[in-house]
């Protein structure tokens, strides 16, 4: 069965066709982050990066799925996206649990020792 993925090459390189059965999100991130004392952009030392993530929100277990997390750029890096059909993208570099809902409203009601919150 085909699913829709993202593929990515950087620098003319294939890397990844990210993409999973069952995702309700699918997004590529390229950022340019702040280093040094200053903590604002500037282009003496930028940090750039690319990330890739995946979410699957609808199955027993909600995750998160990742590839190319971290990928470091640098000026005059090329990263290329395509908008694919794929039998078979790229297994995630990483895929971690997400609590579902109602583990969330359990871990809250442990929180708060079993007590409801008054209305306002």
Same mark, same amino acid.
């Given at each position: ?24 999100? %699918?997004?590529?991130? @390229?950022? !340019?982050? *702040?280093?040094? $004392?200053? =903590? ?10 690319? %990330?890739?993530?995946? @979410?699957? !929100?609808? *199955?027993?277990? $909600?995750? =998160? ?56």
């Amino acid at each position: 069965m085909k699913v829709p993925a993202i593929r990515i090459e950087i620098n003319g390189e294939p890397k990844v066709i990210a993409g999973a059965q069952d995702l309700a999100m %699918l997004g590529a991130h @390229l950022s !340019i982050g *702040a280093s040094g $004392p200053n =903590q604002n952009i500037d282009c003496t030392n930028p940090v750039f990066s690319l %990330l890739v993530m995946g @979410l699957a !929100i609808h *199955a027993p277990q $909600p995750r =998160q799925l990742t590839w190319l997390n971290g990928t470091q750029l640098r000026p005059g890096d090329r990263v290329v996206m395509e908008i694919v059909e794929v039998d078979e993208p790229t297994a995630p570099e990483q895929e971690l649990s997400s609590p579902s809902s109602e583990q969330l409203a359990a871990a809250s009601r442990r929180e708060r020792g079993g007590r409801r919150r008054k209305p306002v």
